[in-house]
């Protein structure tokens, strides 16, 4: 009996200190498929793992712990680890493991999993079942699934009741946001950045314990709808939505999160009045830079606040807009927004700007509200009654619903309210002047008639319908108002399945909008419907384009092919044709520059001739076609890297691509026009072309415009670009001077920090950074010189390189450098254009300094731009000067090296040339990969 209890006694003895051998035999099998399994100091023998180095044991002699982050480790792991069984803590992070993730399917224990920062390129179906237990995972930049576009979350996520942290940032996520997240009431940290998510924020998420939540910087489709939701996750103490196509309001209530401490929302659609319980909540960092703001700037009780590149009236915060500003921008919130009027309607002043619809009489005030057959839709706002200068408000042809605002009826200089062919609701307010509004085809009020109460029709409003081109009233008869209406809402119900796919990703904006019209000769000037999204960073977007024939009401496509169909809206013969990133007919352009007129040129370049194109409305348009003659490799790439920026970019300070068109030996590109053209003309040539000279003031301006659209380009946009080309030829001028950088020929895409990447050489003399003129390597940086040299050309009235000026100031940027710092130097350099007051000199004096910033010789010693836009901006606005408190760099020597290296290549490749392009535009670069922190907690998704 004694013999068998101790023999009992030391098998349990035995079993209480001896591992599993199956967990040593797992561990073996994951050093030995490893690529340097040297790094892994264990032993190729033995059964008890629990005292090798970076794996730990339970009090079971089992394996529970494996703790081998950043160990540079490369290969695959083991497709059988989910049978260390016991295991509940994994920290495989900061690794170079690759192939597919075996399945941690039945690992009921395991808490912690921290697979991030490694490059895993699948994940298994079953990855989640059974994790119960689970708390934290962490499987950011693994780029999972990538052959097959992705994956999503599987729903048997949902069984990790526990789980508080899920970060996947840049883990190839595709699709929209699981619905099941709103359920998942443990989850505090939901960090989702930097994937290819689409769709809404789902509405699940309503009232959820989220602490962080990030999902900025989506690829491709982004995110898109309202953030409504957002408020009313109380817990919230960081909010990034920066980088996506978010739409809507800030929501009123957002003042209710209380613990929010971070807020961005940089690089939207968003628009609208900023609620001031928003400006009220005490934020360490809120940034609401390009969206579409409006309104006045509340005073933001936010330690760190920017809101650059929106539509406030005043760029000050707590000033207030004048009041016709704010009752239309209560009209324009009633309209939900709509994009067009957006874009139009900014400042102070709506009878100082270019406010579409809107129109005003000899004191200044508002008049008349002129928008008909607009698209637009939504409710009409009290706020008009701020207006009691209105005469006139039409709207007809539009889809607005709801009842007319009872307090309208106090607007006592109104005589006409056109709100025929919309749906508005009983009942109409009862005018005290006696008004009768129109309101035939409206189907709520009597069945369409014209509402009894409010009498006949005025006499001169016509039929009720207005020409949107004119403003004028149309006399047509009903039946003839009432097939228009058919007609407009047939082109709808053609572009309606397009929009509607799209418009949960994007604003829609319509391009054009005319008919074919026959000219005397038989001339065709075709005119096109064309939709595409606002934010065309979508590569899978497709366009979809209609042209109308106003004769026989019949659509065509851009190409002239294809018969059509008749369609139920009884429009007639009808084709949509994908026009796939903006493709446009090359006979289209043909009849708009009139085949291409010598009378319509307007300048040529290295690789063609610029037209100009005029649709049948006086819309003008700018239309590149490169000569057969110059179409090479090196064209031909240039040609389709500017389709491939600008089809990526949007901003008020970049020229709009509108359309291209490829055909047989042509290659053409549509911009929007700018009729002032080139500020190099303005600069130099002003005095041949009989030009008045550009003032100061202007001149700030356009320096200001241009640097916001470089910021933009380098650190704002979805993806960061280098220009590479920026100078006065390539900066176009608005009718009001506001500037646009263009030619986009030679961007390319920018290295990731302080990195840098060797390309060959392209660009122009005067204008390259000496580091890339040099070496070839290139970022932002580059960009920043040049830009530093336009101030100086801005400042001097001189251009970059002039062989003709004396040898000392041949280089301007070498000969201005040592002169800015010299009043009297300066003072003898500024454009003899200018009338230098004391008080503009002071301005002129920082721009010198700012100038030779930019222009430092090493990179890292010149500032981004958006330094250059904070410094300018104040400058623009108040008029005065602003402290820079910059260092100084010194000791730079500016002198012959980069004149010596011009005259070389000069003579080189011929004198005449001033534009050089060395540029293999196959090359490419991949895009960032974005760096994060080591712990889960602090990585960062920006």
């Known amino acids: ?142 780029k999972l699934n990538a052959s097959s576009g992705g994956w999503h979350l599987p729903q048997t996520l949902q069984g990790s009741t526990q789980l508080t942290n899920l970060s996947c940032m840049g883990c190839n996520l595709a699709g929209p946001l699981p619905e099941f997240l709103g359920t998942m009431n443990s989850l505090s940290f939901l960090k989702l950045s930097n994937n290819n998510l689409t769709g809404e924020i789902p509405p699940s998420l309503n009232g959820s314990a989220l602490q962080v939540l990030w999902l900025n910087n989506q690829q491709g489709e982004l995110l898109t709808g309202r953030i409504d939701v957002v408020a009313s996750m109380v817990s919230l103490m960081s909010l990034w939505l920066h980088g996506n196509a978010f739409t809507g ?106 406010w579409l619809g809107i129109k005003c009489n000899v004191d200044g005030k508002v008049n008349m509200i002129n928008l008909p057959n607009m698209n637009l839709s939504g409710s009409l706002s009290p706020s008009v009654a701020n207006l009691g200068s209105l005469v006139e408000i039409r709207l007809g042809g539009n889809d607005i619903s709801g009842a007319v605002p009872g307090n309208w009826s106090s607007l006592s200089s109104l005589t006409l309210l056109d709100l025929s062919g919309n749906n508005i609701s009983p009942p109409l307010p009862l005018f005290k002047t006696g008004l009768k509004p129109i309101v035939t085809g409206n189907p709520l009020l009597n069945g369409g008639a014209e509402n009894p109460s409010s009498g006949s029709k005025s006499p001169s409003s016509g039929s009720g319908n207005v020409d949107p081109a004119s403003g004028q009233s149309n006399s047509s008869s009903s039946d003839s108002r009432e097939t228009k209406k058919s007609k407009r809402k047939g082109l709808v119900s053609i572009v309606a399945p397009i929009a509607g796919v799209a418009a949960a990703a994007f604003l829609l904006i319509p391009l054009y909008a005319y008919c074919f019209k026959r000219t005397k000769g038989g001339f065709q000037a075709p005119t096109s419907l064309v939709i595409h999204p606002r934010d065309p960073s979508d590569s899978d977007s497709v366009v979809k384009i209609a042209v109308a024939n106003n004769t026989n009401g019949s659509i065509s496509n851009l190409t002239g092919s294809g018969s059509g169909s008749r369609n139920s809206s009884g429009i007639g013969e ?143 946009a979805h993806q960061s670009f280098i220009h590479r080309d920026l100078k006065p030829s390539n900066i176009l001028l608005a009718d009001d001077f506001r500037a646009k950088v263009s030619d986009f020929g030679l961007v390319k895409l920018a290295p990731e920090g302080e990195k840098s990447v060797v390309t060959r050489l392209a660009g122009t003399f005067g204008y390259l950074a000496p580091e890339y003129a040099v070496t070839g390597k290139i970022t932002t940086k580059a960009d920043v010189f040049s830009f530093g040299v336009v101030l100086m050309e801005l400042l001097t009235g001189l251009m970059a390189l002039d062989e003709d000026r004396p040898e000392e100031s041949q280089y301007l940027a070498a000969w201005f450098w040592h002169i800015k710092s010299d009043k009297k130097k300066l003072m003898a350099a500024i454009d003899k254009a200018l009338d230098v007051k004391e008080e503009t000199f002071e301005s002129i004096s920082i721009i010198a300094e700012l100038a030779g910033h930019c222009t430092a010789r090493e990179p890292s010693q010149r500032p981004e731009m958006g330094h250059a836009v904070n410094v300018l901006a104040p400058l623009v606005e108040k008029w005065k000067p602003f402290d820079d408190d910059t260092e100084e760099y010194s000791g730079i020597d500016y002198s012959l090296p980069l004149n010596q290296m011009v005259k070389g290549w000069q003579e080189a490749e011929g004198k005449d040339m001033s534009y050089m392009d060395l540029e293999d535009s196959k090359s490419s670069i991949p895009a960032r990969p974005t760096g994060f922190a080591d712990s889960f907690t602090s990585a960062d998704g920006r």
């Open 574 to 716: 009808s084709h949509v044709i994908d026009a796939g990133n903006l493709r446009i007919s090359v006979q289209v352009l043909r009849n708009v520059t009139k085949n291409f007129a010598p009378e319509n040129e307007l300048g040529r370049g290295g690789f063609g001739v610029v037209y100009k194109g005029e649709l049948d409305d006086g819309t003008k348009i700018a239309v590149k076609r490169m000569e057969a003659g110059v179409i090479s490799s090196k064209a031909l790439d240039e040609f389709q890297a500017e389709i491939a920026v600008l089809s990526k970019v949007r901003h008020r300070h970049l020229v709009s691509l509108l359309g291209y068109s490829i055909e047989g030996n042509e290659r053409i590109l549509v911009y929007e026009y700018m009729p002032q053209g080139a500020l190099s003309k303005h600069l130099f040539h002003w005095k041949s072309l009989e030009l008045e000279p550009l003032s100061w003031k202007r001149r700030l301006n356009i320096a200001l415009d241009v640097a916001r659209g470089m910021e933009y380009l380098h650190t704002l």
């Open 1 to 142: 009996m004694l013999h068998s209890s101790l023999t009992l006694l030391f098998i349990l003895l035995f079993s209480l200190t001896t591992a599993d051998p199956h967990d040593a035999e797992i561990l073996r099998q994951f050093r030995k498929g490893l690529d340097n399994p040297e790094l892994l100091p264990w032993p190729d023998s033995g059964d008890d793992p629990c005292g090798w180095k970076y794996i730990f044991c339970d009090n079971k002699n089992r394996v529970n712990q494996i703790q081998a982050k950043g160990l540079n480790l490369s290969g695959p792991l083991p497709q059988n680890l989910n049978q260390l069984t016991n295991l509940f803590n994994v920290g495989l992070q900061n690794n170079r493991l690759n192939g597919p993730l075996p399945s941690f399917r039945g690992l009921s224990n395991l808490k912690y999993l921290y697979l991030d920062n490694n490059d895993f390129d699948s994940i298994p179906s079953d990855f989640f079942d059974g994790l119960q237990s689970l708390e934290v995972l962490a499987l950011d930049n693994n």
């Open 249 to 354: 309001t800030i929501p009123d209530n957002i003042g209710d999160l209380s613990s929010l401490r971070d807020l961005n929302v940089n690089g939207n659609n968003l628009v609208g009045l900023v609620p001031q319980g928003l400006g009220d909540l005490k934020l360490d960092k809120l940034d609401l830079n390009n969206n579409h703001f409006m309104g006045p700037i509340p005073n933001f009780k936010a330690a760190q606040v920017s809101y650059t590149n929106n539509d406030f009236c005043v760029n000050k915060s707590g000033v207030p807009c004048a009041f016709e500003v704010m009752a239309l921008l209560g009209f324009l919130g009633g309209l939900n927004y709509p994009e067009n009027l957006v874009d139009s309607w900014s400042g102070n002043d709506p009878c100082g700007g270019q």
